[in-house]
């Protein structure tokens, strides 16, 4: 990649640098800077935009590949992403979706490509299989943002991927745990596993997510005042044990019963002497679920799935998912008559809109309540003006 030096004051140098060509128009491309120094030191700094340049701008058409531009847009949006979201996209970019059209250059891309693709990881898939349709959306998820900013960057005249066609998940049926299940898991889980007991009840009281719970310290709860707060996730990316915010990047307060609070209790006097057997103090900063005996290390998401798995075999339940305490939550306090804003706030969902989305069958029916609380109305206006 070339450059170019002029003076344009006893101390002022303009530098210019070749950027290749326009994916559109075809013509020339420049990035040009005022420079103020020495001579000497204007061509350095020369030198360093010609790398600069090059370390980014494709030098041809033919290097603006879906690939190229995959990775240029993972590594732009990788500030902005978790940990997980990171490793998550990655895997999906490189296992996925490079082997098949990572070689396409991104203006020949097409919807029928697109949909093509889609159609084979549904009927085929790869070495694990055939693509579920939320994975799939997932993948189609990640071509079509790329593409968006691949048409700010210049790249493409129009995304492709707004005209393709993934396939369309079907609605899953929920089947939220029923309260004397959850009451008959929580007695199995005491004794054989009371800090799994203790996990249970906490999950079971707020909805909160599975990373939430394990990213818990000491200092989050308020056993006096009967508290939570939930400001962090744990999660599992590339193998290593990650904290980051939660999911819609928002702490929230929730209140606990007496019930969960003397659980907790049970659960903190039983962490205490066990760090103090070992010669250690239990900080506010201890992890509330650990293995280590002094709660520096939390417990890892899938040492809370497979012994609740575990848990349901020995109670002799089926189909039941720890995430189902989540919906269990969000059913009962629907089916209480909590109102959905409320309901959002404890899951933790961003707008109430999404709650309702997910669990608006669950909703009591009160149509019946409103034409009769209509009528009345209308009865009384009525009366009103005889």
């Given at each position: 990649?070339?450059?170019?030096?002029?003076?344009?004051?006893?101390?002022?140098?303009?530098?210019?640098?070749?950027?290749?060509?326009?994916?559109?128009?075809?013509?020339?491309?420049?990035?040009?800077?005022?420079?103020?120094?020495?001579?000497?030191?204007?061509?350095?700094?020369?030198?360093?935009?010609?790398?600069?340049?090059?370390?980014?701008?494709?030098?041809?058409?033919?290097?603006?590949?879906?690939?190229?531009?995959?990775?240029?847009?993972?590594?732009?949006?990788?500030?902005?992403?978790?940990?997980?979201?990171?490793?998550?996209?990655?895997?999906?970019?490189?296992?996925?979706?490079?082997?098949?059209?990572?070689?396409?250059?991104?203006?020949?891309?097409?919807?029928?490509?697109?949909?093509?693709?889609?159609?084979?990881?549904?009927?085929?898939?790869?070495?694990?299989?055939?693509?579920?349709?939320?994975?799939?959306?997932?993948?189609?998820?990640?071509?079509?943002?790329?593409?968006?900013?691949?048409?700010?960057?210049?790249?493409?005249?129009?995304?492709?991927?707004?005209?393709?066609?993934?396939?369309?998940?079907?609605?899953?049926?929920?089947?939220?745990?029923?309260?004397?299940?959850?009451?008959?898991?929580?007695k199995i889980a005491k004794e054989a596993d009371p800090a799994l007991a203790a996990f249970v009840v906490l999950a079971a009281a707020t909805g909160a997510r599975r990373g939430e719970l394990i990213a818990l310290r000491w200092d989050d709860?308020?056993?006096?005042?009967?508290?939570?707060?939930?400001?962090?996730?744990?999660?599992?990316?590339?193998?290593?044990?990650?904290?980051?915010?939660?999911?819609?990047?928002?702490?929230?307060?929730?209140?606990?019963?007496?019930?969960?609070?003397?659980?907790?209790?049970?659960?903190?006097?039983?962490?205490?002497?066990?760090?103090?057997?070992?010669?250690?103090?239990?900080?506010?900063?201890?992890?509330?679920?650990?293995?280590?005996?002094?709660?520096?290390?939390?417990?890892?998401?899938?040492?809370?799935?497979?012994?609740?798995?575990?848990?349901?075999?020995?109670?002799?339940?089926?189909?039941?998912?720890?995430?189902?305490?989540?919906?269990?939550?969000?059913?009962?306090?629907?089916?209480?008559?909590?109102?959905?804003?409320?309901?959002?706030?404890?899951?933790?969902?961003?707008?109430?809109?999404?709650?309702?989305?997910?669990?608006?069958?669950?909703?009591?029916?009160?149509?019946?309540?409103?034409?009769?609380?209509?009528?009345?109305?209308?009865?009384?206006?009525?009366?009103?003006?005889?």
């Open positions: 990649m070339s450059g170019s030096l002029r003076q344009r004051g006893e101390r002022s140098w303009q530098l210019r640098v070749h950027a290749g060509r326009d994916s559109i128009t075809g013509r020339k491309r420049y990035v040009e800077k005022t420079f103020h120094g020495t001579r000497r030191q204007a061509e350095r700094a020369l030198a360093a935009l010609v790398t600069e340049t090059d370390s980014y701008v494709p030098r041809n058409n033919k290097e603006a590949t879906l690939g190229r531009l995959l990775n240029e847009w993972l590594e732009n949006m990788t500030p902005s992403f978790s940990p997980r979201t990171v490793t998550v996209t990655k895997n999906y970019i490189e296992k996925s979706i490079v082997p098949k059209l990572g070689a396409i250059p991104v203006s020949k891309l097409s919807p029928l490509d697109l949909d093509r693709f889609y159609r084979h990881l549904l009927n085929i898939g790869g070495p694990r299989g055939e693509y579920s349709p939320s994975t799939i959306r997932r993948i189609h998820g990640i071509i079509r943002s790329a593409l968006s900013q691949g048409v700010r960057w210049g790249c493409l005249r129009h995304n492709p991927a707004i005209d393709a066609s993934p396939p369309r998940v079907p609605v899953r049926r929920l089947s939220p745990p029923e309260p004397e299940l959850v009451v008959r898991l929580f709860l308020d056993l006096e005042r009967a508290t939570m707060t939930i400001e962090r996730g744990v999660v599992l990316a590339d193998g290593e044990l990650t904290e980051q915010m939660t999911k819609t990047h928002q702490s929230r307060r929730l209140a606990l019963d007496g019930g969960t609070v003397q659980t907790m209790r049970k659960h903190y006097d039983h962490a205490k002497a066990t760090a103090e057997a070992f010669g250690f103090d239990l900080n506010r900063q201890a992890f509330v679920f650990s293995n280590a005996v002094d709660g520096s290390i939390p417990w890892r998401p899938d040492s809370t799935t497979s012994p609740f798995r575990s848990l349901c075999d020995r109670a002799g339940v089926k189909g039941i998912r720890l995430h189902d305490l989540r919906h269990y939550v969000a059913t009962r306090l629907l089916a209480a008559g909590v109102d959905i804003r409320t309901v959002a706030g404890r899951l933790g969902h961003r707008n109430p809109s999404t709650t309702l989305n997910v669990y608006a069958h669950f909703v009591p029916q009160s149509d019946h309540e409103a034409a009769v609380a209509l009528g009345r109305l209308f009865d009384a206006a009525l009366k009103a003006a005889d």
